[in-house]
């Protein structure tokens, strides 16, 4: 399986609060965790900062032998309580973090599934032999009110409470999350993304961009790139997997 990751600050932000990473296990299994954090004083990105530790050290230090979509919906489903539980406790603990929080998708992916989780905005697409599909769905005023009929798709694009989430990571002891598991087969590939990219990319240009011959990582710059030259007012993190016969580098 070939993955990479790559995140930017953008043109506008003074520093990333974005954060994410891909880890392998014994060739076989991937995962790509993408986390957008929130929050002032720099809380934001030691949220996602956070998370993304988390998540690797619990993917470190646990045995894998993940043969099911349940398998691999159960290990997220035992993880991401824990590292919600610890936002809250470290928002509580440190007075100049309250009130933070952080975006999650993140995908555990084998050579026949993948199992996807998400909470907020951050988005995960899935480019294969029937096109190109967006897997997640965001937790967000707007699309609450795309959903209601008050507004239009369109309308949502320039709403000014866009940025406005339901859900996130780390800011309710209430935990939801959004689980759910997919085919993935030889030629597929999966990006997951901060809203940094997918307010500023079409989908369109991402499966222009996906489908074409580029290495990897040019996939990736190129989806950073177009999202910086479209303003790239966001940090804009990208995370892609692809499905393959022998695993490469990114």
């Known amino acids: 399986m070939n993955a990479v990751f790559e995140t930017d600050r953008g043109r506008v932000r003074s520093h990333n609060e974005d954060s994410g990473g891909v880890f392998h296990h014994n060739g076989s299994l991937c995962l790509a965790v993408v986390a957008d954090g929130m929050g002032g004083h720099n809380a934001g990105d030691t949220a996602s900062r956070m998370t993304i530790s988390m998540f690797?050290?619990?993917?470190?230090?646990?045995?894998?032998?993940?043969?099911?979509?349940?398998?691999?919906?159960?290990?997220?489903?035992?993880?991401?309580?824990?590292i919600n539980k610890e936002i809250l406790f470290h928002a509580h603990t440190h007075p100049e973090c309250s009130g933070m929080g952080t975006t999650l998708v993140a995908a555990l992916c084998t050579d026949r599934f993948c199992a996807i989780a998400?909470?907020?905005?951050?988005?995960?697409?899935?480019?294969?032999?029937?096109?190109?599909?967006?897997?997640?769905?965001?937790?967000?005023?707007?699309?609450?009110?795309?959903?209601?009929?008050?507004?239009?798709?369109?309308?949502?694009?320039?709403?000014?409470?866009?940025?406005?989430?339901?859900?996130?990571?780390?800011?309710?002891?209430?935990?939801?999350?959004?689980?759910?598991?997919?085919?993935?087969?030889?030629?597929?590939?999966?990006?997951?993304?901060?809203?940094?990219?997918?307010?500023?990319v079409s989908a369109p240009e991402m499966s222009h961009i996906l489908q074409s011959s580029d290495p990897l990582h040019e996939k990736a710059n190129t989806l950073i790139r177009l999202a910086n030259e479209n303003g790239g007012e966001d940090n804009i993190t990208v995370a892609i997997l692809e499905h393959c016969a022998e695993r490469e580098s990114g």
């Open 56 to 82: 690797e050290q619990h993917w470190n230090e646990t045995v894998l032998n993940i043969q099911s979509p349940d398998e691999a919906l159960n290990w997220m489903k035992a993880i991401i309580p824990v």
């Open 118 to 200: 998400s909470i907020g905005d951050s988005r995960c697409y899935l480019q294969s032999e029937d096109g190109f599909s967006q897997v997640t769905e965001d937790h967000s005023l707007v699309n609450e009110l795309v959903k209601s009929g008050e507004i239009t798709k369109e309308a949502a694009e320039s709403h000014p409470k866009k940025n406005v989430l339901t859900r996130a990571l780390g800011t309710d002891e209430k935990l939801s999350v959004d689980y759910r598991t997919i085919m993935f087969e030889e030629g597929d590939l999966l990006l997951l993304c901060s809203d940094g990219l997918s307010n500023k």
